[in-house]
């Protein structure tokens, strides 16, 4: 394959369209495949040669995929983007034009995900030679994305075997990946619908569903429907190949911040296991309460969680640590009337500054409206009145 002539490729690719091989076909177009090296089909000009074999419009779609192998082998992966999205509008029409069939699906699968590759490549090419902001060529990916969905979503004739929809997931996964590095989570919302409201939704393969789940999971969580969150990540953690260790512990470092704030904590073995032990002294501060230790580790391991997006989740756990320190304060006193002085003085401890009753009444107030203490304060007597019965509730039956 590496060593094949342009007339050997084009033979074999041909045979494999006349045949409706789309698997074979679509390992012709990928660039997994070692036919991309072979430098005798990295062409600059390879129209008239396509042409010769090759009917319109798959005579556009084949030239513009030896082009991009050319511009890969230079290292050009603006004209490789360039390129590509040629091999998707060209592949869209072809698509367009089949039907009641769906044997090209393999093919929109590769091509869908060399178009994603090259825009995050040759828009960090673009960035550094000042030529455009970053993620413009995602952008411009995702329409190309979007017209090819449209057309699975539309086609409602077709048999359940012979259906176009079966692709719509795999291609609702390729713009979750570019909506969250652009951070237009906002466009997830419409594709989500269309999925969930898709009879053969948990018919995909379970690969897909495992994307797909784990990238609504995180959509859920930045929505702060953290019960769904839990839900989906979980769902995706569980399912996911054991032997992809890499992508567990990508679920797990956004699964172990939604198993916080519903009131679990992780096991120091699983943070080891998966190399997240940047948890570890979070998990132990919000328990404990530990206001002080929750601040040094969130300090402590500051760039990655802001790298990782979950900085500003993993800051709401301070409300349950607020709970879980007052909670000490109530078994240490004994009584059902707190002083909310005690509640300032634990506060000073954890080294909380220029803190006052009034902002400690604030504290107090706000978990009492989240149901994470039951009782009410009298600001009269500057007390915390809380419930005899299970007066701080599990936080899992609160949120």
Known sequence: MAQWSLNQYFSTLHDALHEYDGEHAAELLSFKHPHVANTRLQLERPENSVQRV??????????????CCWAVGKHDFMEAYHCQSIVMQAFTKIFQSQKDENWSLPILFVISIDLRVFAVNADIEAVKKGKSKLGERLEKAAELLMNCFRVCASDNRASIEDTKKWGMLNIVNQLFKIYFKINKLHLCKPLI?????????????LSQLVTFRYYVGRKAMFDSDFKSAEEYLTFAFERCHRAIKKNKRLILIYLIPVKMLLGQMPKSGLLQKYDLMAFSDVAKGVGSGNLLLLNEALQKNEAFFIKCGIYLILEKLKVITYRNLFKKVYLILKTHQLAIESFTAALRLMQVEDIDNDETACILA??????????????????????????????????
Not at 368 to 394: D, W
């Open 366 to 399: 706000n978990l009492i409206y989240e149901n994470k203490i039951k009782g009410y304060i009298s600001h009269q007597h500057q007390k915390l009145v809380v419930s005899k019965q299970n007066p701080f509730p599990q936080l899992s039956s609160v949120i």
């Open 54 to 67: 090759f009917e319109s419009p798959y005579d556009e779609l084949v030239a513009a995929h030896l082009r």
């Open 193 to 205: 619908r269309a999925i969930d409201s898709l009879p053969i939704k948990d018919k995909f393969s």
